[in-house]
């Protein structure tokens, strides 16, 4: 075999996958034909967070007199956001490559398919190896209604000429609101159309609630409960049709309605490798597919698609085949942020889920953040935690405020270990500071799920 391992994709999952195994001595080779980083480096979470760090800019200017500072808000240059952009990922892009040739890894920056099980065309070349990794990714998708192609997804924003001053964004998950944000942080007329009641499908009821009530005071028109019927391009402006018979004229249509794995152009049946109804690769759990020596890790297999998992299942895969140290990694209690305007984070079980496992208590505040005290700038944050009524351990945990990543973190670690409410309590806070509220939070706030029958 030409190689012990090879990698197909150089994102986040591929490229951990392929420099740790490379690093314990495989010979190992991994192929990108678009760019190294993947969707999250390069037209994903980071350059999506610089958007929404400049969104708040805007937001913080005006807040500033509040304490006292004349600053004007100014006029935002879209271009020269872009440019400091694209320069930052350039340099992460390059990273990415340097960390694999550093590693001892055969770089291939071709497309790569199956011949067979362990045989690749990789750029016409035919490669072979003992082991194959399916490292591939995902990608955005529209609906299909009439004017679709007028729209734009995700990949596309990152690249839009131009700031538009109408946008509608259509879908309610982590790209929408956070998108939502952005636009109308940076001034754009915004509306964000939605089928469900409430944004964040998943996610805690309370901080759902909360978060349509932010949006709605950062400026953005929701359209609940609905849905698009149509697009139209009409004397240079969008035209966009919706399910309740109203009718908008906007610059920009975004789909943010969900994304699918990359599995296109894989010549996946020559190697056997089957998928599942939803196009994603099957996998069991040790991330195996249907052809032993065939594996598949991150957004191509559909199962919790964040960037931190895809590195941590590239890594332990890697140990495995060629660290000797077989390891898996966990799906539960994995910590996620929404980097909309507030931000949101959570890790473990909703109110919902907690409630249908058992008997649950509940602890909630909501308070005005200190900043905005003086700021006046209607905003609150949400903090919420679940404990299970029978050993009092934390089961989940909620935040809708600024900061609420980088609190959740911590959080995390502790969820993790197992902590109780009664470890959170003994917790000296930090003062004076948001973080606090969860170690005293004493009052609790109600009982959700069956009782435990008495014994």
């Not at 986040?12 to 190992?28: D, E, L, N, Q």
């Not at 949006?215 to 359209?223: D, E, I």
Request: aromatic residues 6%; hydrophobic residues 40%.
């Amino acid at each position: 075999m030409d190689f012990d391992l090879f990698v197909i994709g150089g994102g986040s999952a591929g490229v951990r996958c392929a420099r740790i195994a490379a690093g314990h001595g495989a010979r190992t080779g991994v192929a990108e034909s678009r760019f190294w980083g993947g969707t999250c480096v390069n037209i994903g979470c980071v350059p999506k967070k610089f958007l929404v760090m400049a969104a708040e800019y805007g937001a913080l200017a005006q807040d500033a007199r509040g304490f006292g500072w004349d600053t004007p808000k100014g006029k935002h240059d879209w271009s020269a956001l872009l440019a400091a952009k694209d320069t930052e990922i350039t340099r992460l892009n390059g990273i990415y490559k340097r960390l694999l040739d550093q590693a001892g890894a055969t770089i291939f920056e071709a497309k790569a398919s199956f011949i067979d099980s362990h045989t690749l065309d990789v750029g016409g070349r035919r490669i072979t190896a003992e082991k194959i990794v399916i490292a591939t990714g995902g990608h955005p998708t529209s609906l299909p209604i009439p004017g679709a192609e007028l729209a734009i997804v995700s990949d596309d924003a990152f690249y839009l000429p131009a700031m538009p001053k109408r946008v509608a964004i259509l879908g309610s998950g982590y790209i929408a609101v956070e998108f939502a944000g952005v636009f109308a942080g940076l001034g754009a007329q915004t509306h964000l159309i939605y089928r469900q009641p409430l944004p964040l499908r998943g996610f805690d009821a309370d901080i759902r609630s909360g978060l349509a009530e932010e949006l709605a005071q950062n400026g953005v028109t929701l359209h609940p409960g609905t849905t698009p019927h149509s697009i139209r391009a009409v004397n240079g402006a969008k035209h966009i049709t919706l399910s309740d018979g109203s009718a908008l004229e906007v610059d920009l249509v975004f789909f943010a309605t969900g994304r699918a794995p990359n599995v296109s152009g894989l010549n996946l049946a020559a190697a056997g490798v089957k998928t599942t109804p939803s196009g994603a690769i099957h996998i069991d759990e040790n991330l195996t597919t249907s052809t032993p020596n065939i594996y598949a890790i991150g957004d191509v297999t559909d199962r919790l698609n964040l960037t931190p998992v895809a590195t941590a299942e590239g890594h332990a895969l890697a140990d495995t085949l060629f660290g000797n140290n077989p390891r898996s990694i966990s799906l539960e209690n994995v910590p996620t942020a929404v980097f909309s305007i507030p931000p949101v984070a959570t890790v473990g079980l909703t109110e919902e889920q907690a409630a249908a496992r058992g008997e649950t208590k509940i602890f909630l505040t909501r308070f005005t953040p200190m900043r905005h005290a003086l700021s006046r700038r209607p905003r609150k944050t949400i903090m919420k935690l679940l404990a299970d009524a029978a050993t009092d351990k934390i089961i989940g945990a909620h935040m809708l405020g600024e900061d609420a990543p980088e609190i959740m973190q911590g959080i995390a670690i502790a969820i993790t270990a197992g902590a109780t409410k009664a470890d959170f309590d003994r917790t000296i806070g930090i003062h004076p500071t948001a973080a606090e509220e969860f170690v005293t939070l004493r009052s609790q706030t109600r009982v959700v799920g069956a009782k435990t029958p008495p014994k």
